[in-house]
């Protein structure tokens, strides 16, 4: 089984910052792609930044230009430094990541996700 635990959220003002992190354990092989995703109430998941094994990185267009996705491969850790946060960036953020595991002598790549932290842009 793989755990995802993300934390970094909280409260900020328009214009400021935060850094999101996610760490992933148990029995992982290899993660493929790691990413973030943002939800609000009554809209569906969607796409923040991904990054790559090799550190390719893909980014929806909000966040474009203010926010960074990385990794850590060593630690299995995602970041997500995000800047020049607006009203619009409340939501709850989701890590994301595509593992391969062995489980009871098969290997299977499943995607796992956090439980999500709280972004609050507020005045």
């Known amino acids: 089984q793989v755990q995802l635990v993300e934390s970094g959220g909280g409260l900020v003002q328009p214009g400021g910052s935060l850094r999101l992190s996610c760490e992933a354990s148990?029995?992982?092989?290899?993660?493929?792609?790691m990413g973030w995703y943002s939800q609000t109430p009554g809209k569906q998941r969607e796409l923040v930044a991904s990054?790559?094994?090799?550190?390719?990185?893909t980014y929806g267009d909000s966040a474009k230009g203010r926010f960074t996705i990385s990794r850590d491969i060593d630690k299995n850790t995602v970041y997500l430094q995000m800047n020049r946060l607006k009203l619009e960036d409340t939501a709850v953020f989701y890590c994301?990541?595509?593992?391969?595991?062995?489980?009871?002598?098969?290997?299977?790549?499943?995607?796992?996700w956090g439980q999500g932290t709280q972004v609050t842009v507020s005045s």
């Open positions: 990054i790559t094994h090799g550190g390719f990185t």
């Open positions: 148990g029995s992982i092989l290899y993660i493929n792609d």
């Open positions: 994301n990541a595509h593992v391969t595991t062995r489980q009871d002598g098969s290997v299977t790549s499943t995607d796992y």
